[in-house]
């Protein structure tokens, strides 16, 4: 396996990535909270995560990645409230509609997703621990972790309790010893979901099933985690002191968090406006789309979302899958490109150093394209040669498997980005067919060498915002400007 550098923000270094076992990563990520649609916001953490999970497999790892999802929580039973509904069963359906999503933003499944409510004898299990262990308390069926006894608290976040005591304003409740101690397990409230504990009926705080889960599926140590920058306090450092108290050991070598998403840089336009679930936005660009987007900015970056972002995304996507296709027919047997093998060797070095360098994919697909620009330069001179032709059909493989922008269908996925194009110029009424028509007649009167006729239609197609273009195997292809 590759030598991987990750920055750490346990150090706030980018180091050497090490394992446990060597070869065999560790891997936890936080999932969501499963009371609605998600936003295109919390699509960012699990894309990151999958491309984690994707780039670690395709460098020569074993990994065993977990992303949990939070079915039990405040959140949730507030919204089953308002609806009238079951809590657990409002949150089974949306952990559902989320496994949708991430099919769509074609993630690959992780090794387990566990759920808070199939988690219960482990999470109990383990508060037990921590009270034995001295660090949780009891009050009224409440259980508390009382954080001054935990020396290390703040060693991620760098917030220190000196700071949560005095500078920030903390809630004062009358039964913590310390305003900073938190909840591992709360009594049930009438019309709550609720599960048998040895303190009463209750259910977890929302720390603790992290902390349960890492342990059930993962052991008492892992090798990284990840989530969103908003997660590192408090809930990583929440995880990080009821790990370390109930293991006895250190929990996480590698903390990894993805910045957010920039929802304020630019006045959110009419066509966007709208589009703040993932689902609404597979709907209107494609899942494709959302993904290339996400990626096209290194994780640890802010991100602008967009229109700019959408049309960049697009015209990637473009070169991306024509490349695809141009390959599939590109006729071998010949010299082109002969001279640019020991190029592509470096290329792949240069791929490979970046996505493990931090999973730096902008710089990695900046040696793709280039490839790219390469390949349209001299594929029009004539037969590739074949180990050419093979080198490139490895490196996109390469890059398809580690990013999961490559996707399998070029032509289909073309048609479809025609459509986004056409989503977000707000030109949604125009139907596909009638420009097919036009095309069509424009291919009649080519063929009868009716050239005015011809260039009327391809004026008309022009205002429509449809661009034409006359392959040289005779055929007619068009896309939206
Ligand atoms: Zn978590």
């Keep these: 396996m590759q030598k991987v550098k990750i920055f750490n923000n346990l150090t706030r270094k980018k180091e050497e990535f090490k394992t446990d076992i060597p070869g065999h990563v560790k891997f936890y990520s936080c999932g969501p909270t499963t009371y609605d649609f998600l936003h295109v916001g919390n699509a960012r953490a699990l894309v990151v995560g999958d491309l984690f999970h994707r780039v670690l497999k395709t460098l020569g790892y074993q990994v065993t990645f977990v992303r949990n999802y939070t079915d039990v929580d405040d959140k949730i039973i507030d919204r089953a409230n308002e609806l009238g509904m079951d809590a657990i069963a409002l949150a089974d359906k949306f952990v559902k509609e989320c496994e949708a999503d991430t099919r769509h933003l074609g993630m690959l499944p992780p090794t387990f997703t566990p759920k808070v409510s199939d988690t219960m004898p482990e999470i109990i299990q383990m508060i037990q621990v921590i009270i034995e262990r001295g660090f949780g308390y009891v009050v009224d069926g409440e259980v508390l972790y009382h954080v001054p006894l935990f020396k290390e608290y703040g060693k991620l976040s760098k917030v220190h309790l000196d700071s949560l005591q005095h500078g920030i304003r903390v809630e004062v409740d ?11 397990w709360k009594p049930a409230k009438a019309g709550e979901p609720s599960w048998d504990s040895p303190w009463g009926k209750g259910r977890p705080g929302w720390h603790i099933e992290c902390s349960a889960m890492a342990k059930k599926y993962l052991g008492k140590s892992l090798d990284l985690h990840h989530g969103g920058v908003d997660l590192q306090f408090p809930h990583h450092e929440n995880e990080i002191a009821q790990s370390e108290a109930a293991n006895g050991c250190e929990f996480c070598h590698t903390w990894a968090h ?10 959110m336009s009419k066509s966007l406006g709208n589009v703040v679930t993932i689902r609404k936005f597979v709907e209107t660009y494609s899942g494709e789309v959302l993904r290339h987007i996400l990626l096209s900015v290194h994780y640890r970056s802010k991100q602008d979302w967009g229109e700019e972002a959408i049309e960049k995304a697009i015209g990637e996507m473009e070169r991306i899958h024509q490349f695809t296709i141009d390959l599939k027919k590109a006729f071998v047997g010949g010299h082109i490109g002969d001279d640019l093998i020991s190029d ?18 902008p710089a990695a697909m900046g040696y793709f394209f280039s490839m790219i620009k390469d390949f349209n330069r001299v594929s029009k001179m004539g037969a590739l040669d074949t180990n050419y032709a093979k080198r490139l059909k ?19 996925l073309l048609k479809r980005l025609n459509q986004s194009k056409k989503n977000l110029k707000g030109s949604g009424s125009t139907d596909d067919s009638v420009i097919d028509k036009l095309v069509q007649e424009r291919i009649v009167a080519r063929t009868t060498k009716d050239w005015k006729r011809s260039d009327e239609i391809r004026d008309r197609l022009k205002s429509m915002g449809v661009e034409i273009k006359d392959n040289p195997d005779g055929t007619v292809s068009w896309t939206y400007k």
Excluded: C, M, W, Y
């Design 258 to 267: 993805n910045e957010f998403l920039n929802f304020g840089s630019e006045k």
């Design 394 to 412: 490895e490196i996109k493989l390469l890059v398809s498997e580690a990013t999961g922008l490559i996707h399998k269908d070029p032509e289909d």
């Design 344 to 361: 592509l060797q470096v290329t792949e070095e240069k791929i490979r150093e970046e996505l493990g360098n931090d999973f730096n994919v």
């Design 174 to 184: 009358g039964h913590k010893k310390h305003p900073s101690d938190f909840v591992l």
